[in-house]
């Protein structure tokens, strides 16, 4: 159980073009997902907090025009990565908390690998 | 802002011996969660705690959740190759999670 999957798993695209995440909770409903991304041997970093059915909350430092984030069911949230540079380029990973269970328990997605040319 | 502590930053050992890491804080969580995560790979669950004082096992790793709810530490027994990853610690109590910095544990055969 507790299975969160991650689509696409690797993209590659151009300066300038957006890219969509998406990220589903298979076999849970998760009223929160959150949005985190990763730079070569560090930790992660949290972006951005998504409730099913309001505005996600941003982490200080996180442009909200530039990741614009929709959790529009409990089993679906998306990221999109707006007019995207090479900076950008990132391991992203989506995670959702399950609101059946303990709320700060966390369940990964495998991650999605951006990078933009 | 709450901080993590993880240590050690990395370990190199043999197959067969047993490992320990540990996350400590100034502050107090409500939650400790440990994960492994591999190259390119999400990171895994491998144990959450959410009382203080608990001890809990899941095949060869036991994790604690400290009594002062400020600590949590990790053990694998009899390590073996595939054990390799990195290895995160998390404390939550506030709805979101703060990690460790991890610990790279790499086992030679």
Redesign the interface.
Known sequence: G?V?S?HPSRVICKSGTSVKIECRSLDFQAT?M?WYRQFPK???M?MA?SNEGSKATYEQGVEKDKFLINHASLTLSTLTVTSAHPEDSS?Y?C?AGDSGG??????????T?LTVL | GQQLNQSPQSMFIQEGEDVSMNCTSSSIF??W?W?KQEP??????LI?L?KAGELTSNGRLTAQFGITRKDSFLNISASIPSDVGIY?C?G??L???I????TKLSVKP
């Open positions: 507790a969160v991650q929160t959150f560090q930790s992660l949290l907090t391991f990973i995670s303990a709320s700060d328990t966390q369940y990964f997605g495998p991650g690998r | 409500n939650t969660l994960y390119g790979e999400g990171p895994v669950l959450a959410y995160f998390a939550g109590g709805g979101n999670l990690f460790g910095k991890g």
